[in-house]
């Protein structure tokens, strides 16, 4: 496969070759923007009709770089064929072993009217581009590629990230006048890295002493949480910025980071049923890395939300996409108790730059093992945290209430949950959150604004960890009797987690996931009946199972489906 | 050579005109600019699928403002199509056209609209003619041995 991507840095001109497909049905523009990419010297495909583009870019996942489509064609808008390639590319994007570049969906329209624009923005277009359309103006489009891979690498502390980044620079070097964007983002990312390790080593201190103080998130408070997530838009949702608009003077940023690694799970896990059921629209076989599984179980619960829940992928907004990533990474991750690591590292890096670093939302130091760590993101690599539990006969609902999912449905034995069959047990936030103290992996996956989270790179960093501290989590006396469990939990889990992981995997940071509206009220539906007072209880580290049960009332009776599990540990090694 | 000479001299009075009269706008020169050895009848290719599509979005209006309930949304996206089409060529006329066309659609004004699509059906004819002579007049160059001259 042709590698236009970092991991094959060319001589040539980077945008050489740059993969372009181009859906539009006038079939004027279409024969002019193909003559004009031509003249870009990237590779051009035409497609008159959305669903033939659609088709087009699922039978060849990795087979496009950016996508541009008119708004307005007879069978479906733009907006409609983004909300659908969006989750192929992040699919794609897990397919695609060494590809460093997402598609890039960029909106054309002859209006330019603005509330098009936002739109498309909204929907997750990197760029909108107003007919005519100016050579310069494609010529440039390759930078969203580029600029995404950076925005990736960005938040990875390694220093492979940064390898990456100078293999791009000196890709880029060759090439024409018009890349001055690669110096200033690599130094842009450069600097962005320090500031934030820098930010990240003061973390864990902070959360060290926050460990002991107990934050009960009453409804009230996790009202105004979830307002202030709905304002910021869940793509860009970042610890501070949340706080921001919070406006409780008592409340730290950790406080609320942890909280929004703990909560972020279901808004994941919401934006995983929506990525469901636009599969399940689109494409019942979804097929990561070679693994097939149908997205039948998750369709059911993705369809309970309707389709108010619109997956909007944001551009550059890696937490958004991290969020989902990570979410799936969670599930991966249960599934995987003993993940290798080369393979995840393998994962990883083609994902991402050689992301080391997990998801993290301005989270102190994810080692620590801190209640924290216990969240979304960490809890899913702890396989023994699933099997503890599946000991727990807690109720879930809380949590997936704000799903709408009705309680009843989530305390069904042998029925999938109504959030996502496959998913529940692994969406179980109460699962993640059961991640042992031990985990060291910081759960960031679900904010976003932090680093890693958002980009699809981020997600699979995060996997990464996750295993480690599934391995050791798993090594643990008093969890090695869950392993087994885990593994088949993770088995199951895998199944669903196959496509979750995909479009969030692939997700680059120009796609965020955005929550709707509508989405994040149905979650304070929940929080009426819910308290979380355990939530940051970070002194049982060791309760944690119980203890997170009890907050999470999660029902994991339901969850475990060992048939799953195979998936997404399948899943997790696409190369 | 004379003749050659006097091709390229008569081809630069006339696209200037075009622009001079709105016939054509900048979009049509970054057409040209397009037009290389690759493809070099590309101008006449685009211009030629753009009056096809024009025919077709026409007899669309038409028909849709035929009906006894018109239904001025289906006008009104036939138009913005067009619209779009024109531009894509940079047919100044017809998009400018399209553009006052959309306000009576909007309005729901039967009567402006089917003013509006006998302009459009007029200003198509117009261009189409113009667009021929241009091209009869580029290929007699190439056919003398000549180059079509680049305008400025």
Known sequence: MMDNGFS????????????????????????????????????????????????????????????????????MDGFKLLEHVGLRWIFLLLNASDKMYSCHLTVMSVDGETSQVMKGVQHGACDYLLKPIRMKELR???????????????????????????????????????????????????????VESKHDDKDPGDNSSTKK??????????????????????????????????????????????????????????????????????????SVGGIKHSDSPLGDSANSFGTQNSINIQQNDVSSRSYGFSGNSLLVQNVEPRSHDNERKGIVSKIVAEPKRALTVEVPDPHKPRSSQMEFGHSLTSPASEVNYAEYDSNFPTKFSWWEIPQSRLKQEQKPLHLDDGFSHLTWPGKQQHIQVDYPQPAPPIISGSSVTGRGMGGSVKIKPLYDECRKNGSQPEKSGFNLRCISDLESAQKNINWGMSPFATLDDDFQVRWVQGDCYAMNLGLENIDFPEYFDRGLLADVPTHLYDAVSFDYQNLYDPTECSLIEQGLFIA | MDVIVQLQRQIVDFTASLYREGYVDDQF??????????????????????????????????????????????????????????????AARIKNACIAFRTYCESQDREGCLRCLQLVNHEYAQLKIKLQTLFRLEQQIVAAGGTIPVLQ
């Open chain 1, 8 to 75: 094959s840095p060319r001589k040539d001109a980077f945008p050489v070759g740059l993969r372009v497909l181009v859906v539009d049905d006038d079939p004027t523009w279409l024969k002019i923007l193909e003559k004009m990419l031509r003249k870009c010297s990237y590779e051009v495909t035409t497609c008159g009709l959305a669903r033939d583009a659609l088709h087009l870019l699922r039978e060849r996942k990795d087979g496009y770089d950016i996508v541009i489509s008119d708004v307005n064609m007879p069978d």
């Open chain 1, 140 to 194: 440039n489009i390759w930078q969203h590629v580029f600029r995404k891979k950076i925005n990736e690498v960005r938040d990875i502390e390694i220093l492979e990230g940064m390898e990456s980044i100078q293999m791009a620079r000196n890709g880029l070097d060759q090439s024409n006048d018009g890349y001055l964007l690669c110096g200033e983002d690599l130094t842009s990312v450069k600097k962005r890295k320090d």
């Open chain 1, 213 to 286: 103080a107990r934050v009960v998130w009453s409804v009230d408070l996790h009202q105004k949480f979830v307002e202030a997530v709905n304002q910021i838009g869940f793509d860009k949702v970042g610890p501070k910025k949340i706080l921001d608009l919070m406006n409780v003077p008592w409340l730290t940023r950790e406080n609320v980071a942890s909280h929004l690694q703990r909560e972020g799970f279901p808004l994941m896990q919401k934006y995983r049923l929506y990525l469901s059921r636009l599969l399940k629209e689109n494409d019942t076989k979804i």
């Open chain 2, 29 to 90: 020169t970054q057409l040209q600019k397009l037009q290389d050895e690759s493809s070099p009848d590309f101008v006449m290719e685009v211009a030629s699928l753009f009056f096809v599509d024009c025919e077709k979005l026409v007899n669309n209006m038409a028909r849709a403002l035929e009906l006894q309930a018109v239904d001025f949304k289906q006008v009104d996206s036939h138009v913005h199509q067009l619209k779009g089409s024109s531009s894509s060529v940079g």
